[in-house]
């Protein structure tokens, strides 16, 4: 896919203030520092676009993006920031928990994993959370211009080996790296397979 067009759309408090146009949508999550925005300027080939939700006040918001005039490329705040309670044990605000169960056009959710590090409790709980409640989802091992292939392999098998606990087969995964544009093309194909069965 070709990315002609890249442009923020609005930023959302709740499910009820998100745009209503019914495009198909695919959300950006992981922890704080994965590598989200860098890829999604990546992806999008627009430098600091994904500034735009780093903005203050947007951070814990869900941004849009409308790409090619076609789909929504959705920003949504980092799970590493926020604090569990007793009555909060998914460790993400109830927005975004809301926004993933109950939005209809949601095609699909990307969830980044640091590739660097070995299978973190928090990504495990989030993958558990989706997987429960039937959400699409795939996996991307970010920064992999960091690391060796071989412990990029390890890191993987780990991260599967951990999500076998509560999951039969292997979800899809990219390897990606903002840094050299690795798996760019993957996710972008792989959107625009989804778009052509949504
Ligand atoms: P976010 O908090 O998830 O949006 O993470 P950022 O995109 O801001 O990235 C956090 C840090 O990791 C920044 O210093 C980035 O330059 C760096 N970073 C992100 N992706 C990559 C990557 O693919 N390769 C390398 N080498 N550094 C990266």
């Known amino acids: 896919m070709q990315i002609h067009s890249a442009d923020f759309v609005t930023s959302s408090p709740d499910l009820d203030n998100c ?3 019914g495009l198909a949508e695919f959300a950006f999550i992981g922890r ?23 903005t203050p006040g947007r951070t814990r918001l869900i941004n ?9 490329l959705v920003d949504l705040p980092g ?14 605000n109830e927005f975004v928990s809301d926004y993933l169960l109950n939005r209809t056009n949601l095609s699909c959710v990307f969830v980044l994993i640091d590739s660097r590090l070995s299978p973190q409790k928090i990504d495990l709980e989030f993958t558990q959370w989706l997987m429960e409640h039937e959400i699409p ?17 390890q890191n993987m098998a780990l991260f599967f080996e951990a999500m076998s606990e509560f999951c039969d087969g292997l979800p899809r995964s990219y ?11 993957q996710i972008l194909g792989f959107v625009e397979q989804a778009l052509s069965n949504h």
Request: with cysteine.
């Open 137 to 153: 989802f795939v996996l991307i091992f970010t920064k992999t211009d960091k690391i060796k292939a071989g412990v990029l392999k």
């Open 19 to 21: 745009p209503e146009s």
């Open 79 to 92: 799970y590493g920031y926020a604090k569990a309670s007793g009555h909060h044990r998914n460790k993400f």
């Open 32 to 54: 704080s520092n994965v590598g989200k925005s860098s890829l999604i300027n990546t992806l999008t080939q627009k430098k600091d676009l994904a500034m735009v939700s780093a």
């Open 175 to 185: 390897d990606c790296s903002a840094k050299t544009g690795e798996g760019r093309k």
């Open 64 to 72: 849009f993006f409308l790409i090619n005039r076609k789909w929504h």
